[in-house]
């Protein structure tokens, strides 16, 4: 090989900073996305990208396995995302007619009476 490769940095975002940078769906700057790429991608497939939630401080559970990440992460918005429930299920505690939620001044931290399965 000539050590044509000899002197490079052996990490990828040394080499791929500019790709990083130039990614914008998502965002990877904005994102606050790490700047280690094996993270969410390997070396045999760039795309898709993988990214696993159980390494965070929400991993994903029953219901939530199922979304698409733009559910929660609108507007490619990856920090500061709230985690209680409420947060995104107001519209439904606030819909729930049998039993009507709001009228017994029932409790906003939904994990009281429910889970995500």
Do not use: K
């Not at 990490?11 to 965002?27: E, K």
């Amino acid at each position: 090989m000539d050590n044509q490769f000899s002197g490079l940095p052996r990490d990828c975002y040394g080499c791929h900073q500019s790709d990083y940078q130039a990614t914008i769906s998502p965002n990877h700057v904005s994102g606050d996305f790490p700047t280690d790429c094996s993270m969410c991608h390997s070396e045999a497939s760039w795309s898709p990208a993988t990214f696993d939630h159980n390494l965070t401080d929400f991993p994903l559970t029953g219901a939530h396995q199922t979304v698409g990440c733009e559910d929660c992460h609108d507007g490619g918005q990856f920090v500061a995302i709230p985690t209680d429930c409420f947060s995104c299920h107001e519209g439904d505690y606030n819909g729930v007619s049998d039993p009507n939620h709001v009228a017994n001044n029932f409790s906003q931290d939904c994990t009281e009476c429910h889970n995500t399965a």
